[in-house]
C-alpha cells in the first residue's frame, strides 16, 4: 500500500485510494471493526498502520498539491526572482502643505484659528454680513442651496459673524475652510478652500490690513512678490479692496478681497462702531498653493491622481 501511494501523481486517484481504504466500505475500515477480536500486540500494530497511512496519505496529497502549483506558475512565466515593486511612500497633499504654512504664519501674527460648520445658515453667511435678503450681491456668488433654506458655505466670511458673536471685541482671528459655489473651470472648483482673517480693536486702519497682506504673502511666497490692490465691492466691508498676484508668466490672478469691516456688519454682532474699527480678508487657500507650487489646474488638486500629485513634486 505504502508504495502504491507514493507512487500516485494526481489528486483523483489518491482520493479513490483513500475512500477505498478509510470510507465506509474501506478495507482498514473493516479490520478496524474486527480489532476488538486481536489481542494486544496486534492492536497496537493495526492502530499504527493507521496513522502511518493516514499521514502518508496527507503528505503524498501535500506534494502532489504543490507540483501542481509548481506546474501552473511555470505556465505563467511567473519569475519569482524579479525585485519586488518599490515601495510607494505617502506625501503631504499640495492643500494640506499650504494650510500648515499659512496657518503657521498668521499664528505667527496673533491670529488665533476659528471655524463653523460647512452649512451656514442664511444668517452667517448672508444676512449678518449686511447681505440681506433679495440685495443683488447675492447674486456674485453661486450658491447650493439645501431644501430647508440653508445653504452649502459660500465664503469663510460666515464664520467672522461666528466668531464676534460668540468672544466680541477685541477679537483676532482666522479661519481655513471649504466653501461651495456653483463655478468650474481652471481657475474655479465647486469646492474649494478659503481662508479668512478679521482684526478688529481700537483705531485699526486700511495700512494695518494692506501691511498684514503684504507680510503674510510675503513669508508664504519666501520671497519679494508683486501685488496689486483694486478698489472693489463686498456688502460686508467699507471700503473694499481685491488684491491680486503676478504668476510667473506676467500674469495677474485674483487672490482674494478684503476691507474694513462694515458698520452695519459690527452692530449685526452687538459691536459699537463708533468704539471699534477693524479689518477682514478671504482669499482661496488653494489659488495660493497653485501660485506656490507653480500648479496650473485648480480641479487637479482634488482629483486625487497619485501621479499627478507625484509629478508636482510632492
Ligand atoms: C469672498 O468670498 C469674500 N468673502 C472675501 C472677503 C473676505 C472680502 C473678507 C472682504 C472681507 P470672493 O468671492 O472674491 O470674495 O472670493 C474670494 C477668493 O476666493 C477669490 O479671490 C478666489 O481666490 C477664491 N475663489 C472664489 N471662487 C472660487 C472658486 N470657485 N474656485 C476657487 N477659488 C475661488
Known amino acids: 500500500m505504502q508504495e502504491q501511494i507514493k507512487k500516485i501523481d494526481n489528486l483523483e486517484e489518491l482520493q479513490a485510494l483513500y475512500t477505498a481504504t478509510f ?27 493507521n496513522t502511518e497511512l493516514r499521514e502518508l496519505f496527507k503528505s503524498r496529497q501535500t506534494e502532489i498539491e504543490n507540483d501542481v502549483m509548481m506546474a501552473a506558475l511555470k505556465g505563467e512565466m511567473l519569475d519569482p526572482s524579479l525585485n ?3 515601495e510607494n511612500r505617502g506625501t503631504i497633499h499640495p492643500l494640506t502643505q499650504a494650510l500648515y504654512e499659512l496657518s503657521s504664519i ?15 445658515d442664511d444668517w452667517h453667511n448672508f444676512t449678518a ?13 453661486d450658491s447650493f442651496f439645501l431644501e ?16 464676534m458673536e460668540k468672544v466680541g471685541v477685541p477679537i483676532k482671528v482666522f479661519a481655513i475652510g471649504s466653501t461651495y459655489r456653483k463655478e468650474l473651470d481652471a481657475t474655479h472648483t465647486c469646492m474649494f478652500g478659503q481662508m479668512e482673517g478679521l482684526y478688529v480693536d481700537k483705531n485699526i ?3 494695518d490690513l494692506i501691511g498684514t497682506l503684504r507680510a503674510l504673502l510675503s513669508r508664504f511666497f519666501n520671497r519679494d512678490i508683486e501685488i496689486r490692490i483694486r478698489p472693489s465691492y463686498f456688502p460686508f466691508t ?16 485674483e487672490l482674494g478681497g ?19 474699527q477693524g479689518f477682514a480678508f478671504g482669499f482661496g487657500w488653494d489659488r495660493m498653493a497653485m501660485l506656490k507650487y507653480g500648479l496650473d489646474d485648480l480641479r487637479k488638486f482634488y482629483d486625487g491622481d497619485v501621479r499627478w500629485l507625484k509629478n508636482s513634486g510632492f
Open 238 to 253: 467699507e471700503p473694499s479692496i481685491e488684491f491680486d498676484m503676478k504668476w510667473d508668466n506676467g500674469k495677474w490672478l
Open 106 to 120: 498668521l499664528e505667527s501674527f496673533g491670529f488665533t484659528v476659528w471655524t463653523g460648520p460647512e452649512v451656514e
Open 23 to 49: 470510507g465506509k466500505n474501506g478495507t482498514m475500515t473493516a479490520r478496524l471493526k474486527q480489532m476488538k477480536d486481536l489481542d494486544n500486540d496486534a492492536r497496537a500494530a493495526l492502530n499504527r498502520e
Open 205 to 207: 486702519t486700511m495700512v
Open 84 to 86: 519586488p515593486m518599490p
Open 148 to 163: 430647508n433654506g440653508n445653504v452649502m458655505r459660500t465664503q469663510t466670511s460666515a464664520i467672522q459673524i461666528r466668531a
Open 129 to 141: 454680513l449686511n447681505t440681506p435678503k433679495h440685495h443683488p450681491a447675492r447674486d456674485m456668488q
Open 258 to 276: 478684503a476691507g474694513m469691516v462694515h458698520p452695519n456688519v459690527l452692530k449685526n454682532c452687538n459691536i459699537d462702531p463708533n468704539e471699534y
